[in-house]
């Protein structure tokens, strides 16, 4: 990205040097220049030819313009290209040994969320207000831009001052700032923000690209550690930045070799105590490291847009193993199988899915699809709407999961045809020891009855919690 800045300073600069004033200063020079060397008949071609030279490099100044906007514009951030070139001029004129600077880079976590749930209008206020209450803690002298619609970079100016606990501090105020609710429709919302920051000091002469990259290595390490956290650049995080790239291509590996394979977790019926199914959770059986978790590769997934062929390969064994049980006389009714948003994006999934299902000699009601319950908050006529909606005729178990944990409408359980609602662990936690645990869990029972949607308590842990869980009226567990 800083690469492609870098070119259009240039384009820029020559386009605003050759459509000025000084350029004009010229003409008479190459019309003179033109008679001397070709006569009367170059005389005219240059006459002609200059007017349109000079018109043309002023349409590419006009769009370069319009495309970069001008620097420092009403709002107080800078162009990409105006930051760009400040944060250049810092990194080669700032003498380590007398004062030091640094780059930040802030985002505002879960923004992709948010957005689905409030809509444009909200993320759009959303993003205007971080952006104001940022400029509000820093320096005058500082520079911003933005990065994103959720990212926005900082370049501190030299200071002596300046050090690792100097940007600490600032990146606690920066984070308590735009962690103070924003009122949205008469109602206070809570965002949070994670920071990654590189001091200057710590950067070896190159590029100053090499310094953005920094800082925005930090911030994927403060948000792989979860929302509002802070993290700075040093060498540990340059490793870890290459383990985390080498991490991804061998994801990418571990899909076409088969190392990413589900794990069969059983739901239990609290009438009889037989299973009547499994849910397949996503492991990867790396071959040095051993057993890894989705927390670990599902960032690498979804960076880079790999959740479709992780869909892909999770349903292609689970549904290898329901034949198989088939063949082999053991009865499991129903398998359940996550699926992303990137994949109820794709228009093709239902016709893939038939497929699938057919290759194995399964139908449509063995399947149960598990939709995430942020999923429900999107418009009524999207995509993923048309997808859910088309499972659900075609025959499919909507499984609603982490229920409780978003803002599901029962208007949209009803509208998908949601065949069960998981209750998210949070909820089932201690549920035995703990009586406003029990009054959550009841509550949302006596809603699902009401509904006729069946129930699923989500990772029991303990007997207590199973017995309690049992005797509130929960189907399955």
Known sequence: MWKHISLNRLLDSVASGLSGPPALAFAPAISLGAFWLGGEGALVAAALGLPVVIAGVAVIAVRTHLRTGPHGPSDGLLTLDAFASRMEEMFNQTDANVENSACMIVALDDYSDFLDLHGNSAANHLTA?????????????????????????????????????????LSGRIQSVVEDPITLNGAGIYVSCSIGFCLLSNMAKGAYEEWIDAASAALSEAQRNGPSTIRAFSSDTRRRSRIQANLRKEFDA????????????????????????????????????????????????????????????????????MRDWDRAGVVVPKIGVNFSSDELRDPTLIDRLKWELDQNDLTPDRLAVEVLETVFSRRPDDVITRNVTSLSKLGCCIDLDDFGTGHTSIASIKRFDVSRIKIDRSFVAKADRDASQQQLVSAILTMAERLSLETLAEVLETKGEHALIAQLGCDHV
């Open 129 to 169: 207000q971080f952006s104001k209450r940022v400029l509000s803690v820093i320096r005058t002298q500082d520079i911003v831009t933005r990065l994103d619609q959720n990212k926005i970079a900082i370049g501190l100016n030299p200071a002596q001052q300046l050090d690792l606990e100097a940007c600490i501090q």
């Open 254 to 321: 571990a899909l076409d070799s088969g190392e990413i394979r589900p794990w069969f977790q059983p739901q239990i019926s609290t009438d009889t105590g037989r299973v009547t199914g499994f849910e397949a959770l996503a492991r990867w059986e790396h071959p040095q490291k051993g057993m890894l978790s989705p927390q670990v590769f599902l960032p690498f997934a979804e960076q880079a847009e790999l959740m479709e062929r992780l869909g892909q390969a999770m349903r292609h064994h689970a549904f290898a193993a």
